[in-house]
């Protein structure tokens, strides 16, 4: 089999929160043939894309990520920067396309860094989904046991989808996740509530927002018969479970990152 | 043209004035049952001058940069972009809203959650 390099930026919440999706993650991605590389001394990308025209440098968050990747694509011998978190992905990748659009605001940038070399804008950003869905015939070969008794609503949160020159499907009707899935023949439902907003970070300054919120994700899920959420997001994922507990026993649902469930089909 | 219009379109490059009031915005708000002003009233009241109005409001710290009005504004107005603005007008002051001493899941909640919320909420 010939292996696909990639570079990889985890990002904080995946270090801290989410370090079962990353280890079940790399395991499914090293069984289906791509080599992943860790930057060294990564740092915060920014979490939140700024919006703002006149301030760029919010932006070098998310610049100096893309050189240090920039750097050791060279090492690595290739482009590819791999992303788990959805946010990281959504701010690297609004980063590269603003840069792409407006190359005259990395002179503006450059002004603010001392030791970087110059960004040629050449390094592709990728979420885990898209390359699941590009190798799904190889992941398909992997599943040894059917996974019974499990029920699944994808769930996509907003940044992956949003805004839409980022976006690599459809923001009303996301289909990869789906499709993901049932290749590995796990029952999926119609889910409307896929790209319903979570709350977002509301869970540390207006939590009613997040209850009532996840609370309609989750509802919706269990009336449509699911037993589990899949998820690819460590914010999502909080605030989904915070709110199945704030609850109370009233549901009977799991919340689980899509790759946790990935390998119970494709076995250990 | 009001000082708060004016900091709006120089902030956020977008132009309130391009608005017809389609409503688009507030029919695909996540959001919009939260708010003291669904997004569209609140691009009329700064087209009208109420500028100061729309500050005051919980509008702009209710919205979390989703996107959906974004993307679907047929006028790229784009409330998500001219809130962000509207948020900067205060936070530049050194006004902070998000105050870290309240947060009282802030060991259990996953870091994103704290630095997204620290970059749309404090300056």
Known sequence: MINVKMLYYPGCSVKRNALEYEKKTLEILSKIGIEVYELDNWYCCGAFYSLAKDDLMKHIGGLRTLIKAQVQARKHGTNKLLTLCPMCYNVLKRVNHMLRENPENLDTLALFMDEEEKYTIGIEVLHLLEVLRDNIDKLKRLVVTEVKDVVVAPYYGCTVLRPREIAFDNAENPEVMDNILRALKIEVIEFPFKTECCGAYQSVFNRKIVFEKSGEILEEAAVRGANIITVICPLCKYNLETTLLSLGKKLRIEIVYLTDLLSRATGP | ?123
């Open chain 2, 1 to 123: 043209m009001s000082e708060v219009l004016n900091r709006v379109v120089e902030y956020s490059g977008k132009n309130p004035y391009a608005c017809y009031q389609c409503g688009t915005c507030s029919a695909v708000c996540p959001m919009v049952r939260f708010m003291d002003i669904p997004p569209h009233r609140a691009i009329r009241l700064l087209q009208i001058g109420a500028g100061a109005f729309v500050l005051s409001s919980n509008t702009i710290w209710i919205c979390v940069s989703c996107m959906r009005c974004v993307d679907r504004c047929p006028r790229d107005v784009a409330p998500g972009v001219v809130f962000e603005a509207l948020r900067l007008i205060t936070l530049r002051q050194g006004i902070d809203k998000l105050k870290y001493e309240e947060i009282s899941n802030i060991e259990e909640a996953p870091t994103l959650a704290i630095v997204s919320a620290s970059r749309k909420l404090t300056g």
